[in-house]
């Protein structure tokens, strides 16, 4: 199993363009997430999913879209990229039920000028 | 705002020290874990303490958990320098289907 894979790993963008980052899992699990950290900060969830045609918010949702239409894939998408939208963006999976250890991408590092 | 909150935001020790690392946290929950970050990586997982349960080992981890106080602790003994990273407790919180983060301790073990 290739696991939780991101892509890309480093991207520039200019404030105002729009861009998707691409997370694929193929442990078919259900749960899926995005989470961004910003330097010496903790994980801040974006969006999550826990199945194919669901998604739904966390705690920082402005600005980014996703959609779930299959089991492996949740991207994400950057509308107008704005500075603020400067970090490290991390993928997630996990089966569904509680208690399950969640796997990480390795990152994607995204800078806004 | 995050649900589990890191205590200390930092730490350094000498080699062989042992490192003790604190969590509290606001509402019910499912369960606790700890995650590790070493530099420029991903988070991996180490150990997962359900809300039943008091107490966890896994090699040289020791977890706690107090559901009253709503804390947990992360104890990681007989410190080496590769244990040097970002450790975060995240929480399974009741009723949610989200895994929330703390903003974690930064672990630096001296050679």
């Known amino acids: 199993n290739a696991g939780v894979t991101q892509t890309p790993k480093f991207q520039v963008l200019k404030t105002g363009q729009s861009m998707t980052l691409q997370c694929a899992q193929d442990?078919?699990?259900?749960?899926m997430s995005w989470y961004r950290q910003d330097p010496g900060m903790g994980l801040r969830l974006i969006h999550y999913?826990?199945?194919?045609?669901?998604?739904d918010q966390g705690e920082v949702p402005n600005g980014y879209n996703v959609s779930r239409s299959t089991t492996e894939d949740f991207p994400l998408r950057l509308l107008s990229a704005a500075p603020s939208q400067t970090s490290v963006y991390f993928c997630?999976?996990?089966?569904?039920?509680?208690?399950?250890?969640?796997?990480f991408g390795e990152g994607s590092w995204l800078t806004v000028v | 705002s995050q649900q589990g909150e890191e205590d200390p935001q930092a730490l350094s020790i000498q080699e062989g020290e042992n490192a003790t690392m604190n969590c509290s946290y606001k509402?019910?929950?499912?369960?606790l874990q700890w995650y590790r970050q070493n530099s420029g990586r991903g988070l991996v997982h180490l150990i997962l303490?359900?809300?039943?349960?008091r107490e966890k080992h896994s090699g040289r981890l020791r977890v706690t958990l107090d559901t009253s106080k709503k804390s947990s602790s992360l104890l990681i003994t007989a410190s080496r320098a590769a244990d040097t990273a970002s450790y975060f407790c995240?929480?399974?919180?009741?009723?949610?289907?989200?895994?929330?983060f703390g903003q974690g301790t930064r672990l630096t073990i001296n050679p």
């Open positions: 995240a929480t399974d919180a009741l009723g949610a289907q989200k895994l929330v």
């Open positions: 997630a999976s996990r089966r569904f039920s509680g208690g399950n250890t969640i796997y």
């Open positions: 303490i359900r809300s039943n349960e």
């Open positions: 442990m078919n699990h259900e749960y």
């Open positions: 509402t019910s929950i499912n369960n």
């Open positions: 999913s826990v199945g194919a045609g669901i998604t």
